[in-house]
Structures are given as structure tokens and as C-alpha cells.
T-cell receptor
Framework: DQQVKQNSPSLSVQEGRISILNCDYTNSMFDYFLWYKKYPAEGPTFLISISSIKDKNEDGRFTVFLNKSAKHLSLHIVPSQPGDSAVYFCAAVIPLSDMRFGAGTRLTVKP | KAGVTQTPRYLIKTRGQQVTLSCSPISGHRSVSWYQQTPGQGLQFLFEYFSETQRNKGNFPGRFSGRQFSNSRSEMNVSTLELGDSALYLC????????????FGPGTRLLVL
């Protein structure tokens, strides 16, 4: 069962524009959400997180928005840079219990 | 500090065989988690060990097992391999139990024929 879904397998954006990556979840017990970035042949690296008590968290060019009622979160990258080209995974956590990942979205930022 | 290392990096097995993968966490890290990555399912959590004890387990059959040694190194074992077990197996370590500061290894790519 896919409790965390990233419905767009790929996204292509022009350099300097905004990239928006989406993630939906089904289990209302998820309390904490993370985004990871993964380059080919490397392990994922943590990018940004958000707790369910917040609806927005910002870190430089990266902002994560959480809409609990819609069970939806999104990652905004502004402005997008070619070095941002990677696969992005969202993850949802039930503390001390479970952690589920989405299938990933491949972002390509074109110069 | 050396990063998380995983051995072997690549492995080819046949159905029915068993396999053991190894993970050495960053020095001082006591938590080791294992993940399976496949194109269709993305990243899936397998299990987490902390101080030689399994503290959390994902939704995988009993063919998948693991253990952690006193030096925090961890092994993952898959018995009676199936074609669908072909995947990238990632190990991540952290000081305690904090997904934010998890550091991932490069993974072991397993191909089951």
C-alpha cells in the first residue's frame, strides 16, 4: 500500500524559475515530513523537514508547505539552479513507529 | 570522518539463494537503518537498529532480517531470494534516532536472476 505518493515521476523547469514538487499521503497519523535529494550513484541527503504543527518551513531557496486537511505537502525551490537536478523523495514519519517514502520525482533544471 | 560504507557495492544472485549485505556507520553513530529502493516503489524502510537492538521494522516479509554488532556495524540478510528483491539497498546511520541527520551510504545494488 502506497501511503505516500509522488504522482509526478518527472519535472522539467527552466533555470531561475520555481520548481514545485508535490507529495500526498493517506495516513493521518504521520506527524513529521522530510524531503531528501538524491544524485545518481549517491545515497539520499536530507534537504528540509516540517512538523505537523506547522504549515510552512523555509530554508534558503527551499520551502516546504504542509496542508494537513488535504494531506498534501509540497517543496518549492526558488530560484531553481542546474545543480538542483536530482531525484527528490518525500518521506512521512510516525515517530517511533513507521517511516514511508514516496516513489520520487526526477527534477531537471535546464540552463 | 569517513562516511557510511556498504559492501559489496554490486551483487548478482539467483533465485532461492541468500545474501548478506554489510554496513559500517560513521564512527560514533549508534543507529543504523536499512532501506530498499526500487523504481516502482521508491524508498522503503526495512528496519532500524540502535545499540544492537532492532527498534523499528517496516512492512517486509521475514525473509529480510538484520543485526547490529557491538561496534555498531550492521548486516542485512535476505533469504530465499526472489526476482522482486532486485533493488538498491541503502544503509543510513545517525547518532541517535533522528531522520534529519541520517547519513546514507552509497548502497548495494542487488540483481536477482
Amino acid at each position: 500500500d502506497q501511503q505516500v505518493k509522488q504522482n509526478s515521476p518527472s519535472l522539467s523547469v527552466q533555470e531561475g524559475r520555481i520548481s514545485i514538487l508535490n507529495c500526498d499521503y493517506t495516513n493521518s497519523m504521520f506527524d513529521y515530513f522530510l524531503w531528501y535529494k538524491k544524485y545518481p550513484a549517491e545515497g539520499p541527503t536530507f534537504l528540509i523537514s516540517i512538523s505537523s504543527i506547522k504549515d510552512k518551513n523555509e530554508d534558503g531557496r527551499f520551502t516546504v508547505f504542509l496542508n494537513k486537511s488535504a494531506k498534501h505537502l509540497s517543496l518549492h525551490i526558488v530560484p531553481s539552479q542546474p545543480g538542483d537536478s536530482a531525484v527528490y523523495f518525500c518521506a512521512a514519519v510516525i515517530p517511533l513507529s513507521d517511516m514511508r517514502f514516496g516513489a520520487g520525482t526526477r527534477l531537471t533544471v535546464k540552463p | 570522518k569517513a562516511g557510511v560504507t556498504q559492501t559489496p557495492r554490486y551483487l548478482i544472485k539467483t533465485r532461492g539463494q541468500q545474501v548478506t549485505l554489510s554496513c559500517s556507520p560513521i564512527s560514533g553513530h549508534r543507529s543504523v537503518s536499512w532501506y530498499q529502493q526500487t523504481p516502482g516503489q521508491g524508498l522503503q524502510f526495512l528496519f532500524e537498529y540502535f545499540s544492537e537492538t532492532q527498534r523499528n521494522k517496516g512492512n517486509f516479509p521475514g525473509r529480510f532480517s538484520g543485526r547490529q554488532f557491538s561496534n555498531s556495524r550492521s548486516e542485512m540478510n535476505v533469504s530465499t531470494l526472489e526476482l522482486g528483491d532486485s533493488a538498491l539497498y541503502l544503509c543510513a546511520s545517525s547518532l541517535a534516532r533522528d531522520q534529519e541527520t541520517q547519513y546514507f551510504g552509497p548502497g548495494t545494488r542487488l540483481l536477482v536472476l
